[in-house]
Nanobody, 124 residues
């Protein structure tokens, strides 16, 4: 599976941004897609995840109510709509996919394929 993340950029605090993660290759094997982020000097952290086959998406507490993850299985693309952005949301955002689990994982170590990352910078 190959993943291409896009949509990052510079945005003012309070503004929106939408990230996209396009998958190619063995997409039929994908169970779930997650978004993670890594700020300078910090560890990579979970942001949101969604199953390919349905079910409730999962969010980190820090983004609940502001971010929405969605998928388009026809396009093999997962989106992350980010609203009410804050300077602390500044990070490189990565998408990743996993398979073989019965529930959608939140741990970075349980995701096998990763995109290249896209930088989101939120100015105050």
């Amino acid at each position: 599976v190959q993943l291409q993340a896009s949509g990052g950029g510079l945005v003012q605090a309070g503004g929106p941004l939408r990230l996209s993660c396009a998958a190619s290759g063995r997409t039929f094997a994908i169970y779930a897609t997650g978004w993670f982020r890594q700020a300078p000097g910090k560890e990579r952290e979970f942001v949101a995840a969604i199953s390919r086959i349905g079910g409730t998406p999962f969010y980190a507490d820090s983004v609940k109510g502001r971010f929405t993850i969605s998928r388009d299985n026809v396009k093999n693309t997962v989106y992350l709509q980010m609203n009410s952005l804050k300077p602390e949301d500044t990070a490189v955002y990565y998408c990743a996919t996993t398979s073989g689990w019965s529930i959608v994982p939140k741990e970075t170590g349980k995701y096998y394929y990763w995109g290249q990352g896209t930088l989101v910078t939120v100015s105050s």
